[in-house]
C-alpha cells in the first residue's frame, strides 16, 4: 500500500499497526532530510523523533493530494526552523543581558553543587518579580515561549500572523532584560 494511502487511512482510524510501518518507511529517510539540512547526528534523531510525533498527533491534517513524503519533510523543516530562531532568540537574549553588563551564562544544566543551586534561586526571584511588572501581554508570551511555544503557536492563541507574534516575543524578552538591568543595576558591569 502506497504511502499515501496508509496515512489516510491512519488519519481516519488511528491504526497503530499501520502507524508502525508507516514509521519504520519513513524514519531513515527523514534522518537523512534532517541530516542533509544541517543537523548533527544527536539533533537530527531528535528532530526525526519530534516530526513523526508531531505527524501522528495531527494526522487528521494530512491532505492526500500531497505526497505523505513532502508532508513530512514540511513538518520536519518547520521544526529545525523553529528550533534554529529559537537558539538565535536566545543567543539574542543572552547577549542584550552582557551588553547590559549583566553575567548572562545561562544554561539548561542542572546545578552540581550547593552555591550554584542558591545562584539560580537568587535568579529566579529576582526573574519572576521583574517579569510580573511587564504587562499582561508580555508576560503571557514570554511565559508561553517559557514552556516551549513556537511563534506560530502564539500566533493562532493571539490570532495574530507568526510574523507579528515572532516581533512581540521578540520585543517582550527586549523589554524583560531592559527592566531587569534597571531594577538590579547591583548586577551592571
Not at 542558591?118 to 517579569?131: D, K, N
Not at 511563534?151 to 520585543?171: C, F, K, N, Q, Y
Amino acid at each position: 500500500m502506497p504511502d499515501e494511502d496508509l496515512a489516510v487511512h491512519v488519519a481516519e482510524t488511528a491504526d497503530e499497526r499501520a502507524w508502525h510501518v508507516l514509521f519504520e518507511r519513513s524514519y531513515s529517510y527523514l534522518h537523512r532530510y534532517a541530516l542533509s539540512l544541517g543537523q548533527g547526528l544527536d539533533g537530527s534523531d531528535d528532530l526525526v523523533q519530534e516530526t513523526l510525533m508531531k505527524a501522528w498527533n495531527h494526522r487528521d491534517r494530512y491532505d492526500p493530494a500531497y505526497p505523505y513524503r513532502g508532508w513530512l519533510r514540511t513538518i520536519l523543516r518547520r521544526l529545525a526552523t523553529t528550533e534554529h530562531r529559537r537558539g538565535q532568540a536566545f543567543q539574542h537574549a543572552v547577549e542584550t543581558a552582557r551588553g547590559r553588563g549583566l553575567d548572562a551564562e545561562w544554561h539548561g544544566a542542572p546545578p552540581l553543587d550547593a552555591s550554584e543551586r542558591m545562584a539560580r534561586i537568587e535568579q529566579r526571584e529576582r526573574v519572576l518579580p521583574v517579569l510580573q511588572m511587564l504587562s499582561e501581554e508580555d508576560q503571557g508570551i514570554l511565559m508561553a515561549w517559557a514552556e516551549g511555544a513556537t511563534g506560530r503557536d502564539l500566533a493562532e492563541v493571539m490570532e495574530i500572523l507568526p510574523s507579528t507574534a515572532r516581533g512581540r516575543l521578540m520585543r517582550a524578552k527586549d523589554r524583560l532584560v531592559a527592566l531587569y538591568a534597571t531594577v538590579y543595576e547591583d548586577f551592571r558591569g
